[in-house]
């Protein structure tokens, strides 16, 4: 018989992000409170790391991890669900440190690293709908899984729009409209409802 492959590995690495993810947001919090520019980083763009590793960032990777354990089992999974499940968990961890290389390099670094985050979570976003919400024990579940699905296209569309402006010079929104829409989006739409729906599909 073939060897039985499982996801274990991908679904590992994007998890492991999550956990390291507290520890950068508070590094870039401490350093940001003292007016210490961390690696050259402008005290805005610390203060910006925060949210984005101790909440977003956070739980994209976690939800990556978690749709990566369940989309290859998940009843009716269409093909090919276990390769973009893979996918989905290695470019959100690839992807953030991607962009995170971009600072040191330049804007289209950076975009690069934007196209594989919102590729990846793309893909979290289409397991999710297409493998996972119908799975649902119950219509509260199943709301918020398609809710964070929905959200999380529209905000990494946004966050894809401003690295493809900083790289090219197009219009594209300011990091105080991105804070407002992309941030408040993601915190909510999708981080939140993504965290309610995870639980409540792996309560007793």
Request: aromatic residues 8%.
């Amino acid at each position: 018989a073939p060897p039985r492959t499982t996801a274990s590995g991908p679904a590992e690495v994007a998890v492991c992000t999550a956990l390291v993810s507290p520890s950068i947001a508070g590094t870039a919090l401490v350093a940001e409170r003292a007016g210490y520019r961390l690696f050259g980083f402008d005290l805005d763009i610390l203060a910006l790391t925060v949210p984005h590793f101790h909440f977003a960032g956070f739980t994209a990777a976690l939800v990556a991890g978690l749709v990566c354990r369940a989309g290859a089992t998940a009843p009716g999974a269409a093909p090919g669900t276990a390769t973009l499940s893979r996918w989905a968990a290695y470019s959100v961890p690839g992807g953030t440190l991607l962009v995170l290389l971009g600072y040191f390099v330049d804007d289209w670094a950076e975009l690069a690293g934007a196209v594989v985050l919102t590729t990846g979570m793309w893909a979290v976003a289409l397991l999710t709908w297409r493998d996972i919400r119908p799975g649902a024990r119950d219509r509260t579940t199943g709301a918020l899984l398609g809710t964070s699905a929905a959200v999380l296209v529209a905000t990494m569309l946004l966050a894809l729009w401003w690295a493809a402006g900083e790289a090219t010079g197009i219009t594209h929104p300011t990091l105080t409209w991105m804070a407002a829409t992309h941030g408040l989006g993601n915190a909510l739409g999708f981080a939140l409802c993504s965290v309610l729906a995870w639980r409540r599909l792996t309560a007793d």
